[in-house]
């Protein structure tokens, strides 16, 4: 079983930076691929950014390429995600998951979810 809580979220002016922190209970944290997605007002849920178990794949959706770096310490349990550059379009709820794999975390087949936490950006 895993538990994962996000943090980091808030109100940012476009061009400015925040960093997500997503916290995960359970031993087996190490063994999952983590994910970061997000979902705005009345739009899905989409996917943001994985990372495998070990850390040493990454993937991101076209939009927050160049912009955000999702990053894990397992020593920590936690997964980051480093936004620069943000936009008024990056104003969501973002939510980290666990998955198997990096595949199945970005087709959003995801094990577990956190409760999420607001990001805002104010033109």
């Known amino acids: 079983q895993v538990q994962l809580v996000e943090s980091g979220g808030g109100l940012v002016q476009a061009g400015g930076s925040l960093r997500l922190s997503c916290a995960a209970s359970?031993?087996?944290?190490?063994?999952?691929?983590m994910g970061w997605f997000r979902q705005a007002p009345g739009k899905e849920r989409e996917f943001v950014a994985t990372i495998s178990s070990g850390g040493s794949i990454t993937d991101y959706a076209d939009s927050v390429k160049g912009r955000f770096t999702i990053s894990r310490g397992n020593a920590k349990n936690t997964v980051y995600l480093q936004m620069n550059g943000l936009k008024p379009e990056d104003t969501a709820v973002y939510y980290c998951?666990?998955?198997?794999?990096?595949?199945?975390?970005?087709?959003?087949?995801?094990?577990?979810w956190g409760q999420g936490t607001q990001v805002t950006v104010s033109s």
């Open positions: 998951g666990a998955g198997r794999t990096t595949l199945a975390v970005s087709a959003g087949n995801l094990n577990y």
């Open positions: 359970g031993r087996t944290f190490s063994g999952y691929a």
